[in-house]
């Protein structure tokens, strides 16, 4: 998922690139590539998309740009590219990344950082990831096991391993992917 944010502000660049640096640096990201038009900032990684609930442990790459507009006039321009679990988004997860950007810009605005109410959204987060996937699970292996028996019954013989394992497995991504649209729209 891409997010831009972008704003003004009326600071000496040197303490406006010390004040990004140091904002990212405290929320776990890690600058990567620094140049005279921006910066790159990494936090978490693929396996942590793959092996973990919390959205902060997810791969995250933010990409800023300081653009000279007059002296001491810069236009930052911040680029999101958040992983997720799975491929879908739920609401929460979208509030979660919502609220990270907001944290940027009041950061750099306004130097306001209330890193304890990003934690709680990131555990709230973390929870109710736990709660679809705990949802999905039952749900998915029930709707598995009357597809996996009717289609027994249709054909002669016994469906495969692997045909059932196919279908356990897109059972419980759909029934994932269904409570995450029906919770997000409620």
Not at 54 to 70: A, G, M, Q, S, Y
Not at 108 to 121: G, K
Not at 144 to 157: D, K, R
Request: net charge positive.
């Amino acid at each position: 998922m891409k997010k831009l944010v972008g704003f003004n502000i009326k600071r000496n660049k040197k303490l406006l690139v010390s004040d990004i640096i140091k904002f990212y640096e405290v929320r776990g990201y890690t600058l990567v590539d620094a140049n005279a038009q921006g910066m790159t900032f990494l936090r978490g990684s693929i396996v942590g998309n793959l092996l973990s609930l919390n959205p902060i442990k997810w791969k995250t790459i933010v990409e800023i740009e300081i653009v000279k507009k007059e002296r001491l006039d810069y236009n930052i321009y911040a680029n999101y590219q958040f992983g997720s679990f799975l491929f879908f988004i739920s609401q929460e997860e979208n509030d979660f990344f919502n609220e990270e950007i907001n944290a940027f810009s009041k950061a750099i605005e306004q130097f306001e950082v209330d890193v304890e109410q990003l934690e709680n959204l990131a555990n709230k987060t973390s929870k109710s990831n736990f709660k679809y996937i705990a949802t999905s699970f039952p749900i998915g292996i029930i709707t598995a096991l009357i597809i996996i028996f009717a289609t027994n019954l249709l054909m002669e013989g016994q469906l495969p391993n692997i045909a059932a394992s196919c279908i356990t497995g897109a059972s419980i991504l759909i029934s994932y992917y269904l409570l995450v649209k029906i919770n997000s729209k409620a």
